[in-house]
T-cell receptor
Framework: NAGVTQTPKFQVLKTGQSMTLQCAQD?????MYWYRQDPGMGLRLIYY???????DKGEVPNGYNVSRLNKREFSLRLESAAPSQTSVYFC?????????????FGPGTRLLVL | QKEVEQNSGPLSVPEGAIASLNCTYS??????FFWYRQYSGKSPELIMS????GDKEDGRFTAQLNKASQYVSLLIRDSQPSDSATYLC???????????FGTGTRLKVLA
């Protein structure tokens, strides 16, 4: 069991470039999440997918789009990267949507936008 | 006002001491509470979850929840240098299943 995997681990972009961050889980979880983590800001929810075929905005969705490709995979796309999107991005998954569900995190993608 | 607040630290304790980490939250209807540990450059990993008032113990870790005072704490007994990390408090508010994270408390255990 790999758990939650993310690619790439590191990425440097120039302002205006686009890229897609990939996330996959092998735990048969229904719900998946994208967070960003910035110094002094904690983890902030960008988008989430409660179940396959559904996505919804979190706290900081501007500048991002997501695709829930299937039950296993949830991708995050930056259409036109900006320096303010320099951050560490974590994907997470949980079994379902109950309030007691534990979220499991991937290793993160470190993104630098110049 | 932040929804989940933690002292950023660093909190420094000597090896073998008890480390006490605190978290307060603003939503009185919050229902689930989690403590995650995050080593530098790594992803958060779950230490404890707690859902009802009182104490919950797991090895050297004890989570304490007081809903009336809207705080949750994590005690680490016999602290070890390997416990040095940032501890994140996460809360699920009323009517949702989404986490709200605090900014984390950095713990340093001195050998």
């Amino acid at each position: 069991n790999a758990g939650v995997t993310q690619t790439p681990k590191f990425q440097v972009l120039k302002t205006g470039q686009s890229m897609t961050l990939q996330c996959a889980q092998d735990m048969n979880h229904n719900s998946m999440y994208w967070y960003r983590q910035d110094p002094g800001m904690g983890l902030r929810l960008i988008y989430y997918s409660a179940s396959e075929g559904t996505t919804d905005k979190g706290e900081v969705p501007n500048g991002y789009n997501v695709s829930r490709l299937n039950k296993r995979e949830f991708s995050l796309r930056l259409e036109s990267a900006a320096p303010s999107q320099t951050s560490v991005y974590f994907c997470a998954s949980s079994l379902g949507q109950r309030a007691v569900e534990t979220q499991y995190f991937g290793p993160g993608t470190r993104l630098l936008v110049l | 006002q932040k929804e989940v607040e933690q002292n950023s630290g660093p909190l420094s304790v000597p090896e073998g001491a008890i480390a006490s980490l605190n978290c307060t939250y603003s939503d009185r209807g919050s229902q689930s509470f989690f403590w995650y540990r995050q080593y530098s450059g790594k992803s958060p990993e779950l230490i404890m979850s707690i859902y009802s008032n009182g104490d919950k113990e797991d090895g050297r870790f004890t989570a304490q929840l007081n809903k009336a005072s809207q705080y949750v704490s994590l005690l680490i007994r016999d602290s070890q240098p390997s416990d040095s990390a940032t501890y994140l408090c996460a809360v699920i508010g009323s009517g949702t299943y989404k986490y709200i994270f605090g900014t984390g408390t950095r713990l340093k255990v001195l050998a």
